[in-house]
């Protein structure tokens, strides 16, 4: 209680600064204004920030440390950076989840960002002296600068809580405010989620595709699809998974649609003949549901290409302010350009998805990308968005296709469609790149390069908050952990799906740790057994995926230990030397799921900067 004393019993200031398109810097200090017993509310008013201002940066007087003293900074994705970082400045990024948090000798909080998410970074600027945390808002993709006050919630914790506490704190804020629903009860009217939660995800990688190319095509001069697994194979593939053994099984069909994988969205339709056509699809998806397993779709509604028939000399894309269209990468359809989903969401995106239904495949349908990247802006006068309102047009998007097909699902960890996801694929690829980093394969003074050399490790934060709400596998790291590294790391590439089928035990282990659930992308009949020895070491940890994740903690430098709202407990060995707890011994590189005898669940107290 003396942590809550101090904190209120004195005025509270932030320092804000404000940098302008011409790089002029004006500074700031704002007071913070008490909301509730334990929060402090900074408010930037939106007319602070013309549309010179590129970027505001906000410092809070007590979100600093002393280098070298105990605690941490902990950004959204779980990375935790104590504050004995090399002085200079770390940006973060975007941010997935909209918090930042920091453990102090003097104060445990989380700084909820309740208005400007999409615009925020995660930084944090280190001196000889002091580790201070930065909250960054970027103002250079939004259709006229900042469209809404900042609003930042300072929630302060008890000094013995940590990044588990951290992460219940946001978790109970989603649920009590019905944003967010646990799958045990959303089950009850949602059955699929119960196979779901149970199955083996294996994303069918591709149907077929076009060799990727950094070019414009139209319809008259683009290249032809190539073959992969068409329909017709496409039954011998799930029959394999059949003679296999493998039980639950959903399978995510992509690049069925016309043009192949990424081949020419926003079409859909007509189905492609090299593939077989719809008749051919709608046999192999009628064959999938009849051995009793689970089938739906991948559309994708953030990318578009100049040979779509719905091209229309680029009424689709997103404009940047200038009026130019918004490029993205390249892919089967050559170079991509960020569509406008509010103006898909107005004129034709809901007769698609009605038409895929129809042709027969279940909960829930996956929209690529929606949940991987905050929403894209538009600048275009006749369907203009801001990212917040590109947001609600994803979220009305999820909502139609829950009551079209009964769920939903995308691609990654940014939560502002949290309360309309089923599972996701994957959280981040943070941790595989950071991996990387530390192994010398990323450059110094790349974005994860630099990030590197900030971040001591990862912990489950996302996880704590959505186990039990959406299904997840941690990272990219962790995906096809049993089929082996894939011969390109490009899932555009055709060669993509060939893989050498060596496991990495160290992926399985952070996959197990982080409570994840496997997941394939695969078209290669070699890869089936190989996601079978998945199916079958996944089998006894299962129903884990109902339950929430209540505790994570280091037993030692080398042993982890997750803990469930079951009272259930995976123990993680990265050491080299056999590890015992209760009446079970972890091997090496080995993990094993306990029940906890004691019945408070509380092993030991709480290290104070755990």
């Known amino acids: ?159 013995d809580a940590g990044y588990v506490e951290i992460g219940k704190a946001y978790r109970n804020f989603l649920l009590e405010r019905g944003i967010v629903k646990p799958i045990k009860e959303r089950m009850k009217t949602a059955p699929h989620l119960e196979y779901m939660a149970k199955s083996i995800p294996v994303r069918i990688q591709f149907h077929g595709s076009k060799p990727r190319q950094d070019k414009d095509f139209t319809p008259d001069n683009e290249p032809a699809i190539v073959p992969v697994l068409d329909f017709k194979k496409s039954i ?138 905050p929403p894209y802006y538009c600048a275009d006068k006749n369907h203009s968005a801001t990212p917040e309102e590109m947001a609600q047009v994803q979220r009305d998007i999820s909502e139609y296709c829950k009551k079209l097909f009964g769920g939903f699902a995308s691609e990654g960890g940014f939560d502002h469609i949290c309360g309309q996801l089923d599972y996701i694929n994957y959280i981040s690829s943070r941790m595989n790149r950071w991996v990387l980093a530390k192994q010398g394969k990323e450059k110094e003074n790349s974005f994860y390069g630099k990030m590197a050399k900030y971040v001591d490790r990862f912990v489950p934060l996302w996880e704590i908050v959505y186990h039990g709400i959406i299904l997840s596998n941690p990272d990219r790291l962790t995906q096809n952990h049993t089929t082996g590294k894939a011969k390109t790391d490009d899932s555009g590439d055709l060669r993509f799906n060939e893989r050498d089928g060596v496991q990495d035990p160290y992926a399985t282990l952070k996959l197990y740790e982080f409570g994840g659930r496997p997941i394939f992308y695969s078209s290669n009949f070699k890869d089936v057994p190989r996601i079978k020895k998945a199916y079958d070491e996944f089998l006894p940890f299962r129903h884990l995926q109902l339950e929430f994740m209540e505790d994570h903690r280091n037993l030692t430098d080398d042993v982890t230990l997750t803990l469930f709202s079951n009272g259930e407990a995976i123990i993680c060995n990265y050491g080299k030397e056999p590890f015992e707890f209760q009446d079970k011994i972890i091997k090496p590189m080995g993990f094993e799921l306990v029940r906890i005898q004691n019945k408070k669940r509380k092993l030991f107290k709480r290290r104070a900067i755990f």
């Open 1 to 159: 209680m003396t942590m809550f004393v101090a904190i209120f019993a004195n005025a509270q200031f932030a320092t804000v600064e404000f940098t302008s398109n011409k790089k002029t810097k004006q500074m700031r200090t704002f007071e913070l204004k008490r909301v509730s017993k334990n929060t402090l509310r900074l408010v930037v008013p939106k007319s602070n920030m013309p549309i010179e201002i590129e970027k505001v940066d906000v410092l809070a007087d007590f979100a600093t440390a002393p280098v070298g003293s105990e605690g941490y900074y902990l950004m959204p994705r779980g990375e935790l950076i104590d504050f004995n970082a090399p002085q200079g400045e770390l940006i973060g990024g975007k941010i997935s989840m909209p918090f930042v948090a920091m453990k102090t000798n003097q104060y445990v909080f989380w700084a909820h960002i309740r208005k400007m998410r999409h615009e925020a970074w995660s930084n944090a600027r280190v001196d000889k002296k002091n580790f201070k945390a930065v909250i960054s808002f970027r103002f250079n993709q939004t259709p006229a600068g900042a469209y809404d006050d900042i609003v930042i919630d300072f929630n302060f914790l008890p000094l």
């Open 236 to 373: 011998e593939f799930v029959d394999s998974f059949k003679k296999h053994g493998v039980g639950e099984v959903t399978f995510c069909s992509a690049g069925w649609q016309s043009g192949g994988y990424d081949g020419r969205f926003p079409d859909l339709f007509p189905i492609s003949d090299e593939l077989g056509g719809e008749k051919a699809l709608r046999e192999f998806i009628a064959h999938t549901k009849k051995l009793g397993y689970m089938i739906h779709a991948h559309t994708n509604s953030t990318d578009c290409y100049t040979c779509s028939r719905r091209w229309n000399g680029g009424e689709i894309v997103a404009k940047k302010r200038d009026g130019s269209v918004q490029r993205g990468y390249y892919w089967g359809g050559g170079r991509a350009y960020n569509l406008c989903a509010k103006h898909a969401w107005e004129n034709y995106l809901k007769e698609d998805l009605k038409k895929v239904k129809e042709l027969g495949f279940q909960a829930p349908h996956y929209i690529d990308v929606f949940s991987a990247l």
